[in-house]
């Protein structure tokens, strides 16, 4: 069965620090993987996806990588700002045809000014 | 832009009652999903469709059922409401990336 980690569960930076979320997951075998942001008490809103042939996606200061061999995914965030925290998800889907994903439990960001 | 809305963002609800969580999407998409989320759980998924009048069991269907009569419109419908479904309902849609809705607070007192 398939499993999805995060770690850290919470970090906090300075503003204009660099940094990396880590997701990890146990069956190599994905489709694809999407990173979410969350905002308090809100839905959730797609960051970028990566599909399983891909190595990375980038979407201005967010860029996200995929080793599907090590079961492996970062999301880099350049330049932090106070306006980055929220919590960070990842989620692997594992097959083309019903688009279930299977979810992490969530990096909560603290970028402070 | 992609628009998925649930019909409320805050809902209190007694035992027993039975409730329906609407969830509609703008964008054509066949699959829709409906998620529960909670502190320590993470997502979890209910139920999901990928066509009209078609459902398929997530990874917690118990005590839930779901209706979906057109594309755009995908209902979940908990038949007995009990204290250990209050939670953080989320609905999604699209054919790749998944679209969010706002989601739905419950509280079933």
């Known amino acids: 069965k398939q499993e999805v980690t995060q770690i850290p569960a919470a970090l906090s930076v300075p503003e204009g620090e660099n940094l990396v979320l880590n997701c990890s997951f146990t069956?190599?075998?994905?489709?694809?993987l999407q990173w979410f942001r969350q905002d308090p008490g809100k839905g959730l809103t797609s960051l970028l996806l990566?599909?399983?042939?891909?190595r990375e996606q980038t979407s201005g200061r967010l860029n996200a990588s995929l080793d599907k061999s090590s079961g492996r995914s970062t999301l880099y965030i350049a330049a932090s700002q106070p306006g980055d925290s929220a919590t960070y998800l990842c989620a692997v889907r594992e097959s083309s045809n019903t688009g279930k994903l299977i979810f992490g439990q969530g990096t909560t960001l603290q970028v402070k000014p | 832009d992609v628009k998925v809305t649930q019909s409320s963002r805050y809902l209190v609800k007694r035992t027993g009652e039975k409730v329906f969580l609407e969830c509609v999407q703008d964008m054509d998409h066949e699959n829709m999903f409906w998620y529960r989320q909670d502190p320590g759980l993470g997502l979890r998924l209910i139920y999901f469709s990928y066509d009209v009048k078609m459902k398929e069991k997530g990874d917690i269907p118990e005590g839930y059922s779901v209706s979906r009569e057109k594309k755009e419109r995908f209902s979940l419908i908990l038949e007995s409401a009990s204290t250990n479904q209050t939670s953080m309902y989320l609905c999604a849609s699209g054919p790749r990336t998944q679209y969010f809705g706002p989601g739905t607070r419950l509280l079933v007192l």
């Open positions: 069956d190599s075998a994905i489709y694809n």
């Open positions: 990566i599909q399983s042939s891909q």
